[in-house]
């Protein structure tokens, strides 16, 4: 079921990420994870949000129905830390992100994605140091970025538990660890 999924996404993307990239629609960064903190939802404001919570952001739509995205969202959050990382990004600047996403260290090096929604993604350390090398995965990153913020859509659109279990499978498959060979 989980390929069937995969499958399905990975064509819409390459159905819709050409004409995203001419629109600059997805915003691709890098950057060292200088420091981690794990705070508790009710006071975690700072930081540019990240992973399942900034779905509540989601576009209106016809299709969606804001009470159950609303609930399948807080399915997916309501046990979950949350973590603020301060990110050094590759171009000088510093960054704070906040997200579900527990598992990064101080020196990790990760990709920042902006598409409708924020992902961070685990990615080889040389692509932090080496300008070229973050050039020549550019397009693969754009289109690894479009596929997680599609599976991030499904968490939104599923109307059964079945359905989120299924959406959060493609929501970690596409958008968590992708340490690219260079």
């Known amino acids: 079921m989980n390929k069937l999924i995969a499958t399905i996404i990975f064509a819409l993307c390459l159905a819709g990420c050409t004409t995203q990239n001419k629109g600059s629609a997805i915003s691709l960064e890098y950057g060292k994870i200088l420091s981690k903190t794990e705070v508790t939802a009710a006071n975690s404001t700072q930081g540019t949000v990240a992973g399942y919570r900034e779905l509540r952001k989601a576009p209106k739509s016809p299709i969606v129905d804001k009470n159950r995205a609303e609930g399948n969202i807080d399915q997916l959050t309501a046990d979950k830390a949350q ?39 685990l990615v080889d350390d ?19 970025a479009k596929q997680c913020e599609l599976a991030k859509r499904q968490v939104i659109l599923a109307q059964t538990d079945r359905e989120v279990f299924n959406a959060n ?3 970690i498959s596409m958008c968590q660890f992708n340490r690219p060979k260079i």
């Open 126 to 144: 040389n692509v932090c140091r080496d300008l070229k090398k973050q050039q020549a995965l550019a397009g693969t990153q754009r289109i690894k």
């Open 83 to 121: 973590f603020i990382y301060t990110i050094a990004k590759t171009n000088g600047s510093t960054e704070k992100f906040r997200t579900e996403k527990g598992f990064f260290v101080e020196r990790d090096c990760v990709s920042i994605e902006k598409t409708t929604y924020t992902n961070l993604r």
């Open 169 to 171: 499978e493609a929501v």
